[in-house]
């Protein structure tokens, strides 16, 4: 009798370019870039770096069979190596998988999203969107370094982005599973999500609000400025907003919730100065516990107790 045909193995799937990797704490921020790769074969060979741009540098070789990938990542400076298997997902923008070292790393759960691409949706009050739309942009993690953004990418909620030297689009979930995204530049902040109960159409209904809370330089020389009015109360940091959606931004003294606008939040000597440049927002002033309408060209100042 004549032996069954060996059956052949699946093609290999694309996985060229870059792709930052995530394990959850155990590792920091790495970038791993597959340069060549044989589609008959499989093989792939790259290099990669912690912390992009600089840091600590490797190469790296393994292979593609279908959607699953193995590669090795063996460190220039020594001779540690850290091996990953995974599967890549059917739309070729994410590895799900593994990675061990032989020492901490052991079946450590990774995911791994190509840089530049779409990243997938946001989840209610765990995960934000961050996509660059000009300039450049940044985000620091609780634990982790500073990293560039590249294109569109997800990041959990507690981050700070930096936005001082470009625009950020910053996409989250709403109460009712819907996608919502705003504009944010110059300046820098950490977003959350909070349920409110508010009143809408005449029902108190429960909300989810994304919150972004100002990570920006503290006033100084406050001792000469007149009750934070003026050019003299312009010493802090500032933040620019515009969308629509459940967003709100808050500073220290105030917070302002949108209504579909174009709005600054700035921390003052006197506290925290509100401006819309188009549309409506509403202001919480935490020191007199009151709200405040705000239209298109009106400004209004949290002062300090």
């Known amino acids: 009798m004549c032996a069954a045909p060996a059956a052949a193995s699946a093609a290999p799937v694309d996985v060229r370019g870059t792709w930052d990797l ?12 597959f340069v060549t790769e044989d589609f008959t074969t499989g093989a792939i060979t790259g290099n990669g770096t912690t912390e992009p741009p600089s840091g600590t540098t490797w190469t790296e070789s393994g292979t593609v069979t279908g959607s699953d990938i193995q590669f090795t990542a063996t460190y220039d400076s020594s001779s540690y190596a850290v091996t990953v298997n995974g599967t890549v997902s059917p739309d070729l ?3 799900t998988g593994t990675a061990s070292d032989g020492g901490a790393l052991n079946n450590t759960p990774i995911t791994m999203h190509k840089v530049g691409s779409a990243a997938p949706d946001p989840q209610a009050k765990k995960t934000a969107n961050v996509e660059v739309k000009s300039g450049e942009a940044s985000v620091k993690c609780p634990g982790q370094s500073e990293t560039p953004l590249q294109g569109e990418e997800q990041i959990k909620l507690g981050c700070r982005v930096n936005t001082t030297a470009g625009v950020v689009g910053l996409t989250t979930q709403n109460e009712k599973g819907a996608l919502q995204t705003a504009d944010f530049y110059e300046g820098a902040f950490v977003p959350k999500q909070v349920t409110e109960t508010q009143t809408v159409k005449g029902k ?7 919150e972004l809370k100002l990570d920006v330089a503290k ?3 406050c001792k000469t400025a007149k009750k934070g009015i003026g050019p003299a109360s312009v010493v802090g940091g500032h933040l620019w907003g515009k969308g629509k ?9 105030g917070a302002a919730a949108v209504r579909g606008t174009n709005w600054l939040t700035e921390e003052r000597c006197g506290g925290t100065f509100f ?10 002033d935490f020191t007199l516990n009151k709200t405040v309408i705000l239209k298109k060209g009106k400004s209004y100042l949290a002062r300090n107790p």
């Open 22 to 33: 995530d394990c959850g704490g155990p590792c920091g921020p790495q970038r791993h870039t």
């Open 93 to 95: 923008q994410t590895i």
């Open 204 to 210: 108190k209904v429960k909300v989810l609000i994304t």
């Open 219 to 221: 006033p100084t020389g």
């Open 245 to 253: 959606g459940r967003f709100r931004t808050r500073g220290r003294r």
């Open 275 to 284: 401006q819309v440049k188009e549309g409506v927002v509403t202001v919480t």
